[in-house]
Structures are given as structure tokens and as C-alpha cells.
């Protein structure tokens, strides 16, 4: 609800400092100079601004009475203020912590803008429990403070009510930033250090050698194994950094949860950081909250971002720098048009006036595939089963939504397999290089085979021939195509499809999203979540995010015996 803007109405300035005082009196002057872009915050410039030395004179002037509390606008509070004018601890949050939560039960309705120069302990916490999202942080160090201060007072302002929420967590080498969106204004930001790399090295190690399912079985300690994973990853990850922005998706309905989405930032260019795309984000859980796993609970992808600088310059773009850079870049990409205007569509790759047209590889095999080393060029053979039924299957669940008359509908279904015309593996790609060369697919999904070599050495999709012998082409040769094509979503229903060097190559094609599999997966479990992400984002018009998300929940409950749903991995640009 939004306050009164009567000429009556007032600011308080809650600081014990003479520079906070200048610069937010600046910053306020300058209001009207904003208006253009931020118009919903005129009515602050028309509010006076008064100044109070300590939280107890704050409360004493504006809230013990009822027309004092009636008259406020808006509450700016400095986060290292005094509880009183003489005496207190300087720099201390313990204050400004206490009278936020005051201010919370006696003037909900009053916006306020906490002013921090460090990250302060409690403050993120604060946030959630105000439930009319009113309150941002402004971070004092910013370069532009009149503009980032017309910014968090738009995003207080309670003008748009439908805002897009996004939580977004960059995974460095040593430490993990988040920042907390709703539309283009900064709720909350933080960074948290890796408290230890021991452990985390020790979860990557035990990641890339593990897979609930191997030759076809499903192993019998899977959720244990699962349940773990999922531990590791939130309390290295989540609990001290977005945790309390997130909790509320465990603990409540799906039609009460708050509409929000998550994203994990990949920094490809240093080694380390881009070891850390095998950890299973998706998996996160708290303790307490059993089966309940982050993917089945938050729409959730993964992206990749390319270092823009070279690696011999990154200590000097790290740290501070390096996280305001990052910043930059998201809110930037919240604020562009195009951005805007898709998430106002709620969209997903290929969102547009025209239907859909999708490309299907069935290279469903049974035989030897051979696949050569892209560093080495050595040769390895392997031995692949049958999986005509699955790919039959999912051919079918694509083609049925090609002839739905409501939502996201495909206008066409091209499919590609074995045939009297197409008997070898070179022919088959032959066949395919042709159609991408001469027609235009907004979706790719590739479902057969897949094989990672150890070490980055290459992921290849294996492309079938009749006679029993087939060819792994490297996913550099599938981004090819994507580029050609203006392939805009790639499916890869393959065992293993979902790595990083795939998401790399797919990103830089110009791929918008990618859908895989981290583990092998059952056949039949598969088809399913496929079935449901397609529904989801074809028929319901759901994003990719947010399909994935329904479509990890929903086999989650109906093949809870199979781990399909955690195997399920979402990259996206956006």
C-alpha cells in the first residue's frame, strides 16, 4: 500500500555523519532531475528532508506519536548509526538492526533505504520479513550516488507490483557474489568467501566420479548420495549468501511462494572458476527440509559468462572492482529494452509472432561408436546400447505439440535418422549439414548418445550408421549448426550431453538456452520430463527457467524412484 504524498509528508535522515548528511541531501536535491526515467519518484522530491543524530532521537520525533508516524515518506537510515547521540559504538549495525525491526512492526507501510558502505550482518534478513518488499540498500561507494539513489527509491516506491524478481549468485574461484533483483533495482548485495576450498575441491572430486546410474542400473544408495551432495552445495554456497531470499520456496506452497528466479554465474577464462559448472547447483537443499531440492522448488538455470578481460589482468579487476563490474553488467542487461519487454512477455528462446520450427535427430544406435581425442587425436571406442523405443517416444511427445492451436505451438517437426538413403554415420551428417545450410529451426533436440572424454578432452554426439558403426561429432561441430540454423534452444536427451564444453560452445553459437543431462538417465523417465518441459514451455508459455523447474517437480513425484529430475541441467543466456 502506498503511503500518503501529501506536501506534509517528510524524509528522515537517520545518520550521526556530516559526509552521509551532504551526499544524501545532494542526491535528493537532484531528484527532479531523474524524473524522467524514474518518475514514480517525484513525489519524494517534494518531501522535506530532516535529519536526526541517533536512533533514539528518531524514534522519540517520529514514531512514538501518531501524527509524527502519520507524516513519514520515507526513512533513510544509515546502517553505522549511534543508538544515541553521545556514547555508542561508531560503525556498528547494532542500531540501525534494531530499529529496522521496530519500524517493521509499527510503519510497514513507510519505504526505507538503508545506506551501507560494508556489507551489514542481518540486513538480508530484514528484507524478507518487510513482506511489502519496501526497503533496498544503497551502497554509499557508488560512483553515481544521485541515480543509485532515484534507483532504490523506484524500487521502493510500490509503483509496479508485478516487478521480476531475479537472485543472481557469481561463482568465483575463491568467493561467490549474489545480487538480489526486482526489475532493474538492487534489493541486496553481498559477497561471501569460500570458508573452505578443502572441502570444496573434495565435493568436486567426488561429483565428477559419481553417477546414479551405471550400465543401465540405478544405484542402490542414490538419494543418500543425492541427499549429501545437496547439503554440501547449500552450505557452501547458499546459506550465507542468498539463503534468506530463498527459504521461503522451501517452506511454503507452490501458489503462495513469492515469483522469483535464480541464476548461477559460470566465469569461463580461469580454470578453477570454470571447474566449478560440475557442482550441482540444482541439488541444494537444507538440512531439514528432506527432499525438497533446489531445482524442484526455484525456477533455476546456469549461465556462462566469457571473461572480457585478458587471465594476466584478472588480479586487477578483482575483488571490489570486479564485483561492481559484474553488477554493472546485470542490472545493464535488466534495463535494456529488449530485456525488458521479453520479461514483461514472460519469455523463452524463440519467443515471437511466428511458430515455432524445430529440428529432431533421432540417432537412436546400438554398436561401436568411435570418437578422437580434440587435443591428442587418439581414438576411443565405445560400446553403445540400443534406445529405438526412447527416441520413437520422444519423437512423438514433439510432434503432438506441433498441432496444438493455443500458446508457444510448433508449426513444424524436420526429423533426421537411419533410412535406405542415410547408411552411414557420414551420410547422417551429411543430411544434416544440408538442412541447416538451406532452412532456419529455432530448436534443436538431439536424442541418441552422447560421450564425454575425461579431462575437458571433448564431448561428442554420437551420429549413427546401419551397419553398427557409428561417429561421435564434437559439440564444436553441433555449434556450427546452431549458428547456421539460428538454432535459438537446443535439447540434448543424451546421457552425459550436459557439460561444460557444451554449454560453452552452444552459448557462443548464439544459443539462447540449453536443456541436458548431467548423469545417464532411464530412458523412459526421460521421455517423461521432456513430455512435461515441452508442455510447460510450448503450451503454458513458460519460460526456460521456469519449465525446467516444473518439469524437475513433476517427475520428482511421479518417478521419485528414479533421479532423472536431479540428472536435469538449464544453461540460458538471459
Avoid at 540444482?282 to 526455484?298: K, Q
Avoid at 529488449?338 to 529440428?359: I, M, V
Avoid at 508459455?541 to 511421479?558: D, I, T
Wanted: net charge negative; proline share 4%.
Amino acid at each position: 500500500m502506498r503511503t500518503d504524498t501529501s506536501p506534509a509528508q517528510r524524509i528522515a535522515l537517520i545518520t550521526d555523519d556530516l559526509t552521509i548528511c551532504e551526499l544524501v541531501s545532494d542526491a535528493h536535491s537532484g531528484l527532479r532531475d531523474q524524473g524522467a526515467r524514474f518518475p514514480d519518484v517525484d513525489r519524494f522530491a517534494g518531501m522535506g528532508l530532516v535529519t536526526y543524530s541517533s536512533t533514539e532521537k528518531a524514534r522519540t520525533a517520529c514514531l512514538d506519536l501518531e501524527p509524527a508516524r502519520a507524516a513519514l515518506g520515507l526513512i533513510v537510515l544509515d546502517g553505522a548509526v549511534r543508538a544515541k547521540s553521545i556514547g555508542g559504538t561508531t560503525g556498528s549495525s547494532v542500531a540501525a538492526m534494531a530499529l529496522l525491526d521496530l519500524l517493521t512492526h509499527t510503519v510497514p507501510d513507510v519505504p526505507v533505504v538503508v545506506l551501507v558502505s560494508t556489507p551489514v550482518e542481518g540486513l538480508e534478513l530484514r528484507q524478507v520479513r518487510r513482506s511489502q518488499g519496501n526497503i533496498r540498500s544503497l551502497d554509499l561507494s557508488d560512483e553515481n550516488l544521485p541515480l543509485a539513489f532515484a534507483k532504490a527509491l523506484s524500487g521502493v516506491s510500490g509503483g509496479d507490483s508485478t516487478a521480476h524478481q531475479r537472485i543472481t549468485v557469481r561463482v568465483g574461484e575463491y568467493a561467490a557474489q549474489y545480487l538480489v533483483t526486482e526489475g532493474a533495482n538492487v534489493k541486496a548485495s553481498g559477497e561471501y568467501e569460500y570458508r573452505s576450498l578443502m572441502d570444496l575441491h573434495h565435493l568436486l572430486d567426488s561429483i565428477s566420479n559419481y553417477s546414479p546410474i551405471s550400465e543401465g542400473r540405478v544405484a542402490g544408495n542414490w538419494r543418500a548420495m543425492l541427499d549429501k551432495f545437496g547439503e554440501e552445495v547449500f552450505r557452501l554456497f547458499i546459506n550465507e549468501t542468498i539463503g534468506p531470499f530463498i527459504i521461503d520456496q522451501y517452506q511454503t506452497s507452490k501458489r503462495d511462494r513469492a515469483p522469483i528466479e535464480l541464476r548461477f554465474d559460470i566465469e569461463i577464462g580461469n580454470y578453477e572458476a570454470a571447474r566449478l559448472f560440475e557442482l550441482p547447483f540444482e541439488l541444494a537443499r537444507p538440512p531439514e527440509y528432506g527432499s525438497d531440492f533446489l531445482c524442484t522448488r526455484v525456477p533455476m538455470a546456469r549461465r556462462i559468462r566469457f571473461m572480457k578481460h585478458a587471465p594476466h589482468e584478472a588480479s586487477a579487476n578483482s575483488g571490489r572492482a570486479a564485483e561492481q563490474t559484474w553488477q554493472a553488467e546485470i542490472l545493464t542487461e535488466l534495463e535494456s529494452s529488449e530485456y525488458r519487454d521479453a520479461r514483461n512477455a514472460n519469455p523463452g528462446p524463440g519467443q515471437q509472432e511466428r511458430p515455432l520450427r524445430l529440428l529432431f535427430i533421432n540417432a537412436s544406435f546400438e554398436g561401436t561408436a568411435t570418437v578422437f581425442n580434440e587435443t591428442t587425436g587418439a581414438q576411443t571406442i565405445a560400446h553403445l546400447t540400443e534406445l529405438a523405443k526412447k527416441t520413437a517416444d520422444e519423437l512423438k511427445v514433439v510432434k503432438e505439440f506441433a498441432t496444438l492451436k493455443a500458446g508457444r505451438k510448433l508449426e513444424s517437426v524436420s526429423s533426421v535418422s537411419v533410412s535406405p538413403r542415410i547408411r552411414t554415420a557420414a551420410q547422417f551428417r551429411r543430411k544434416i549439414e544440408d538442412l541447416v545450410s538451406s532452412e532456419k529451426f529455432d530448436i534443436l533436440h538431439f536424442s541418441g548418445h552422447s560421450i564425454n572424454l575425461p579431462g575437458d578432452e571433448g564431448t561428442f554426439l554420437v551420429l549413427p550408421g546401419e551397419s553398427g558403426q557409428a561417429e561421435g561429432v564434437s559439440v564444436r561441430k553441433v555449434a556450427s549448426w546452431v549458428e547456421q540454423a539460428g538454432i535459438r534452444m537446443v535439447v540434448l536427451s543424451s546421457c552425459g550431453g550436459s557439460s561444460l564444453r557444451t554449454s560453452i560452445e552452444m552459448m557462443r553459437s548464439g544459443a539462447e538456452a540449453v536443456l541436458g543431462f548431467r548423469w545417464d538417465v532411464d530412458d523412459h523417465a526421460r521421455v517423461e520430463y521432456l513430455r512435461i518441459f515441452y508442455q510447460m514451455y510450448l503450451q503454458k508459455n513458460m519460460s526456460v527457467a521456469q519449465a525446467y523447474c516444473e518439469a524437475c517437480n513433476e517427475v520428482r513425484l511421479s518417478h521419485f524412484g528414479l533421479p532423472i529430475w536431479a540428472s536435469a541441467v538449464a544453461v540460458v543466456r538471459d
